[in-house]
């Protein structure tokens, strides 16, 4: 299924085409039709599988321009949800402009009574306590609002915003189309959903309890502008044979994989966007070992039959359980050990508990290599490639040069210097992977915003910037995976 499916309009294909979506998750497969059409609807879903761009292209879709009101309003339980569901909203909206803005408590009101008079937003978001205060204030006013979307409505109840939040519908229109999201489908939220929607019509995921047995499972929680730097030091310590890199976007995996090349890593990608025959080559190198690490989005790896995937990284959390089961099982076939390690943000932890749930099998939590240990298993994978040679012969050829090096360098020095040519500092490369969530004070500047932050990690907003990046890996016919650090280097004794 595509986009363009939908009745959606052209700013905004353009901007889904700009964030590197490349096909509807599948609660937007099943909202997306529903609420287009103006129907109330309640969804069951969490953050991690798309619902905010599920209500939020609907909203998008029907903005009147020449409307100066508040047209949509998103009521969601924690100042934290409310700032990711305002750049989302922000994003998506960018192909046409659209007003959007954030207003929550445990910050001064001033500033927002002023932006809300000032900026005339097309679409508020906010924690119930501050919308209500707005309104009371007079300086939110909804006499014209058209959707109403209240967001994890069951963590609204249990942190008793319900007061609040009937107080907030009952200053809506009566014709308004009203969107419901939560976790759970408990009967307060069902007897809920009576009470503010007209005839909805349910969705949600349909999740079957799914196995995953062979599979060696863990997670790392960290924030999305750490991502890449853990992983660099995972593939370091882990040393893959080959690995599998999943990313939600078709821009992240751009970004990815050209992050990696800049560090030196041997990796190609795959998306929808990139030719078939393309594709093809990449997928055949792959297949025949000659390339070490594939970055790919869901869509482009359907299908895929590989076998020899030693590990796989969920750089973004899948949308559906589904595809995490499709995604690890690349990994751990033909009676091979496999291991797959999933990177969750903080507010994607509930989803990944329901991961585990379906699963039935629970992911270990892993703490992010350390620089050192990264740079202990680059020096691990020289040795094992030193090694290598010299078993082959194919060091003899240097013996000489060697020889004659020796006689003028003191052989700890030699070593020292030819090491530090090999191993640079990579860390230092720049690499630049567009945010899924800018950070919460950039959404302060949201008129200057581009939307496209590059170089978040850095703040620089440089791109990439090339670096010392060759670490001169090989790899051809690596022998096996290596897992955990390599504190004590395993260093072989050559046979005389
Ligand atoms: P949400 O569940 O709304 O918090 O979304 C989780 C993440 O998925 C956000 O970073 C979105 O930008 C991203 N996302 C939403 N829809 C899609 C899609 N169709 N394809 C790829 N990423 C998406």
Redesign the pocket.
């Known amino acids: 299924m595509k ?1 363009t499916e939908f009745n959606l309009k052209q700013p905004i294909l353009d901007s ?1 085409q700009e ?7 599948p ?2 497969q099943q909202a997306l039709p529903v609420a287009l059409e103006g129907r109330d609807m309640i969804g069951q ?10 209500f ?1 292209l609907p909203i998008l879709n029907k903005l009147d321009d020449s409307n100066k009101s508040v047209q949509a309003l998103v009521v969601a339980p924690t100042r934290e949800l409310a700032i ?2 305002q750049e ?1 909203l922000f ?1 998506l909206g960018k192909g046409q402009r659209a007003r959007v803005y954030v207003v929550y408590g445990g910050s001064p009101i001033g500033k927002q009574l002023e932006r809300l008079r000032t900026n005339r937003p097309q679409i508020v978001v906010g924690t119930p306590g501050r919308i209500l205060d707005l309104i009371k204030r007079k300086a939110l006013k909804l006499q014209d609002l058209q959707t109403l979307v209240l967001d994890e409505a069951d963590e609204m109840l249990n942190m008793g915003f319900i007061e609040d939040v009937k107080a907030i519908v009952e200053e809506t229109p009566e014709n308004r189309q009203t969107l419901m999201f939560s976790a759970t489908m408990s009967p307060a939220i069902k007897s809920l959903s009576k009470q503010f929607l007209k005839e909805p019509t349910q969705i949600r995921i349909e999740a079957k309890e799914m196995t995953a047995d062979l599979i060696e499972q863990h997670f790392i929680k960290c924030r999305d502008d750490e991502k890449f730097d853990i992983l660099t030091r995972l593939i370091d310590v882990q040393n893959p044979t080959q690995a599998i890199i999943f990313c ?2 078709k821009k992240r995996v751009d970004e990815v994989t050209r992050g990696l090349g800049l560090r030196g890593y041997n990796a190609e990608c795959i998306h929808g966007d990139i030719v078939q025959q393309k594709r093809t080559s990449v997928i055949n190198t792959f297949r025949k070992g000659q390339l070490e690490i594939l970055v790919a ?1 869901d869509v482009a790896a359907r299908g895929l039959d590989i076998s020899g995937v030693t590990h796989v990284y969920n750089y ?1 959390i899948t ?1 559906d359980p589904e595809s995490y089961v499709h995604r690890i099982g690349r990994t751990g076939r033909a009676g091979n050990d496999g291991v797959s390690i999933t990177f969750v943000t903080p ?2 932890m509930p ?1 990944l508990r329901t991961i585990e749930h379906l699963t039935r099998k629970e992911m270990m939590p892993m703490k992010p290599p350390t620089v050192q240990e990264a740079q202990a298993g680059q020096i691990q994978q020289l040795i094992d490639q030193a090694n290598e040679m010299l078993e082959s012969g194919q060091a003899a050829q240097h013996f000489n040069t060697a020889k004659l090096l020796l006689q003028h360098y003191p052989a700890n020095d030699l070593v020292a210097a030819l090491l530090s040519q090999l191993i640079s500092d990579n860390s230092q490369v720049q690499v630049a992977i567009s945010p ?2 800018p950070l919460p004070n950039a959404n302060k500047k949201e008129a200057k915003r581009s939307g496209n932050r590059s170089g978040s990690r850095q703040g620089g907003g440089k791109g990439y910037k090339a670096g010392k990046s060759d670490r001169s890996r090989r790899y051809d016919d690596k022998a096996g995976k290596k897992e955990g650090s390599h504190k004590a280097y395993k260093i072989k004794k050559r046979q005389a």
């Open positions: 986009f889904l964030l590197g979506f490349e096909a509807p998750t609660i937007q879903a969490q953050t991690g599988t798309g619902k905010t761009a599920a939020g990711q569901v989302e994003r939600r976007t989005t973004d949308q507010m994607e989803y899924q969530r």
